[in-house]
T-cell receptor, first 112, second 113 residues
Framework: GAGVSQSPRYKVAKRGQDVALRCDPI?????LFWYQQALGQGPEFLTY????????KSGLPSDRFFAERPEGSVSTLKIQRTQQEDSAVYLC??????????FGSGTRLTVV | DQQVKQNSPSLSVQEGRISILNCDYT??????FLWYKKYPAEGPTFLIS?????DKNEDGRFTVFLNKSAKHLSLHIVPSQPGDSAVYFC????????????FGSGTQLTVLP
């Protein structure tokens, strides 16, 4: 596609519910990143994939967060047993081997 | 231990004047410094970058200055236009990292017509 596509755009989850956020990167982009942006803050790194390999997951805040990219294209960020502090915008970005990042518009997650 | 700090949460500037956005960082191992612009309900879009080996990079109305001794980065926009109103984030890339970005907290720029 022309850009990075994220779905859903908005998600309201009840505390304790599991959620799955999807990212469709630009076709052919090797690298894929997930970031979390809390209100009034800058995006914070969560995890990084190179093709299907998850090379860095040091930013995932707890073991309730899990990301995958099984075929090296679409990625899913899953949050289990959501809590109120998980409320944020989740941004996905992709890049080619030496190129810059292209960000998606994000998924705004609200946990009530 | 914020590695990248933007101490001004907001800035208002008259149309046609210069906007100066500032950013301080703590780690001298950063390779690249970038500025991103973000409109509401959209993802950040890349604006301009500078390598750690340079002290100035210019692209049209946008100029980024790097002062390594002071660990300070600034973005100058001149002349400012109402369409420049957005949140501006500075970001850094560390040498040896997986090219992950570390962002500041952002500055909301409002350009008044």
């Amino acid at each position: 596609g022309a850009g990075v596509s994220q779905s859903p755009r908005y998600k309201v989850a009840k505390r304790g519910q599991d959620v799955a956020l999807r990212c469709d990167p630009i076709s052919g982009h090797v690298s894929l990143f997930w970031y979390q942006q809390a209100l009034g803050q800058g995006p914070e790194f969560l995890t990084y994939f190179q093709n299907e390999a998850q090379l860095d997951k040091s930013g995932l805040p707890s073991d309730r967060f899990f990301a995958e990219r099984p075929e090296g294209s679409v990625s899913t960020l899953k949050i289990q047993r959501t809590q109120q502090e998980d409320s944020a915008v989740y941004l996905c970005a992709s890049s080619s081997a030496q190129g810059g990042y292209t960000f998606g518009s994000g998924t705004r997650l609200t946990v009530v | 231990d914020q590695q990248v700090k933007q101490n001004s949460p907001s800035l208002s500037v008259q149309e046609g004047r210069i906007s100066i956005l500032n950013c301080d960082y703590t780690n001298s191992m950063f390779d690249y410094f970038l500025w991103y612009k973000k409109y509401p309900a959209e993802g950040p879009t890349f604006l301009i970058s500078i390598s750690s080996i340079k002290d100035k990079n210019e692209d049209g109305r946008f100029t980024v200055f790097l002062n390594k001794s002071a660990k300070h980065l600034s973005l100058h926009i001149v002349p400012s236009q109402p369409g420049d109103s957005a949140v501006y984030f500075c970001a850094v890339i560390s040498s040896g990292s997986a090219r992950q970005l570390t962002f500041g907290s952002g500055t909301q720029l409002t350009v008044l017509p």
